[in-house]
């Protein structure tokens, strides 16, 4: 209870994926509304319905399940780049927030890309402000700072520390150092990104089957998230339908992990030769710093098994020196996790 006698708000963290959404909520300080972790595809789609003829929405993986020819991502490129894009976003949130049950009275805390994209940026702000929660407050802060906390300690003590966060996203790399909090020589690309991965797959499967079979993205990435593992991957079947009748099973042995090896070659050098060249150009002595502290890597790519490890080796070899690298419990809901440890810090304080 606050000072008051009312309920404290709940503190709650959000991350709007481009792949995947993750809300985070610690619940309500009487217990109505227990703590939460919800994690669903960014996607919808819209049928009408049978009885009444009214439209209505369907989210996350039943959409792509069970609409896969009208399902709608609307945030490709990371951001709700557009009107129309803004709009399914609004659609897409408030429909998961009302169906699990975010409490209203919070304080919201999301986590926002490295993206040089004001009018995107705004867009996800609006989507927010206007779903129906954070009735206390809505902030952001920086998906690589959000998404660092987890993994630097058992609760804010990233925001006082001095190191190096990698987001490994699916439309952007993200690098950034931080001092206390502070961003020094934030960096993004979109040239080296987990659809790009998914992409490579769809075309190695094409060639390792010898045009026999074709994936779409979907299946691609879904054999990326079950099977790629630099530690003991193995190949695997599957089967397809065929035109007509029939169906073919086959077997990926190199398809993936080509894909997936290629992407973390290109990570070690977008960060050793572009940020972390950057880096040191700007801020000489920090550099040395932080690199004496573990490199902090999240986002979905960092889930593989083993991708942490390779990371350190290949980075390290690239540097010539020493190089740690360390990933939270859960990279793929770090992000969220992150933003509402502070969120409920932010709700202590006001």
């Given at each position: 209870m606050s000072a008051n006698g009312d309920t404290e708000p709940a503190a709650v963290g959000v991350k709007l994926g481009s792949t995947r959404t993750v809300v985070v909520s610690e619940g309500t300080g009487d217990g109505a509304v227990p703590e939460q972790v919800v994690q669903t595809l960014t996607c919808l789609a819209t049928y009408e319905d049978a009885l009444t003829g009214s439209e209505r929405v369907l989210y996350g993986e039943d959409a792509a399940r069970e609409y896969p020819d009208r399902v709608q991502y609307m945030l490709r490129s990371g951001l709700p780049e557009d009107d129309d894009r803004a709009e399914l976003t609004k659609r897409f949130f408030s429909a998961l927030i009302e169906e699990e049950g975010i409490p209203e009275h919070s304080g919201v805390v999301y986590a926002i890309p490295t993206i040089d994209n004001d009018a995107g940026l705004d867009n996800l702000a609006a989507v927010i402000e206007e779903s129906g929660i954070g009735s206390e407050f809505v902030r952001s802060y920086p998906e690589s700072l959000c998404g660092a906390i987890p993994?630097?300690?058992?609760?804010?003590?990233?925001?006082?520390d001095i190191f190096v966060s990698i987001n490994l996203g699916s439309t952007n790399l993200e690098a950034c150092a931080y001092r206390r909090g502070e961003q020094l020589s934030p960096f993004a690309t979109g040239a080296v990104t987990g659809n790009e991965v998914d992409r490579h797959i769809?075309?190695?499967?094409?060639?390792?089957?010898?045009?026999?079979?074709?994936?779409?993205?979907?299946?691609?990435?879904?054999?990326?998230?079950?099977?790629?593992?630099?530690?003991?991957f193995d190949p695997f079947t599957d089967v397809i339908q065929q035109p007509g009748g029939g169906s073919h099973e086959f077997t990926i042995e190199w398809a993936v992990m080509d894909a997936v090896d290629e992407y973390l070659d290109d990570v070690v050098d977008e960060v050793a030769n572009r940020f972390l060249a950057e880096l040191a150009n700007d801020y000489v002595r920090l550099y040395r710093q932080v690199l004496d502290r573990p490199i902090v890597l999240t986002g979905g790519m960092a889930c593989i098994p083993g991708l942490v490890d390779e990371f350190e080796e290949r980075l390290s070899e690239e540097l010539d020196r020493e190089i740690e690298a360390t990933a939270p419990e859960e990279p793929s809901l770090a992000a969220a996790s992150g933003a509402q440890r502070i969120a409920e810090r932010l709700v202590e304080t006001n």
């Amino acid at each position: 209870m606050s000072a008051n006698g009312d309920t404290e708000p709940a503190a709650v963290g959000v991350k709007l994926g481009s792949t995947r959404t993750v809300v985070v909520s610690e619940g309500t300080g009487d217990g109505a509304v227990p703590e939460q972790v919800v994690q669903t595809l960014t996607c919808l789609a819209t049928y009408e319905d049978a009885l009444t003829g009214s439209e209505r929405v369907l989210y996350g993986e039943d959409a792509a399940r069970e609409y896969p020819d009208r399902v709608q991502y609307m945030l490709r490129s990371g951001l709700p780049e557009d009107d129309d894009r803004a709009e399914l976003t609004k659609r897409f949130f408030s429909a998961l927030i009302e169906e699990e049950g975010i409490p209203e009275h919070s304080g919201v805390v999301y986590a926002i890309p490295t993206i040089d994209n004001d009018a995107g940026l705004d867009n996800l702000a609006a989507v927010i402000e206007e779903s129906g929660i954070g009735s206390e407050f809505v902030r952001s802060y920086p998906e690589s700072l959000c998404g660092a906390i987890p993994a630097i300690g058992d609760g804010l003590e990233a925001i006082n520390d001095i190191f190096v966060s990698i987001n490994l996203g699916s439309t952007n790399l993200e690098a950034c150092a931080y001092r206390r909090g502070e961003q020094l020589s934030p960096f993004a690309t979109g040239a080296v990104t987990g659809n790009e991965v998914d992409r490579h797959i769809v075309n190695n499967v094409e060639e390792e089957t010898q045009r026999r079979v074709n994936i779409d993205r979907q299946t691609a990435r879904e054999y990326k998230e079950t099977h790629a593992d630099f530690v003991d991957f193995d190949p695997f079947t599957d089967v397809i339908q065929q035109p007509g009748g029939g169906s073919h099973e086959f077997t990926i042995e190199w398809a993936v992990m080509d894909a997936v090896d290629e992407y973390l070659d290109d990570v070690v050098d977008e960060v050793a030769n572009r940020f972390l060249a950057e880096l040191a150009n700007d801020y000489v002595r920090l550099y040395r710093q932080v690199l004496d502290r573990p490199i902090v890597l999240t986002g979905g790519m960092a889930c593989i098994p083993g991708l942490v490890d390779e990371f350190e080796e290949r980075l390290s070899e690239e540097l010539d020196r020493e190089i740690e690298a360390t990933a939270p419990e859960e990279p793929s809901l770090a992000a969220a996790s992150g933003a509402q440890r502070i969120a409920e810090r932010l709700v202590e304080t006001n």
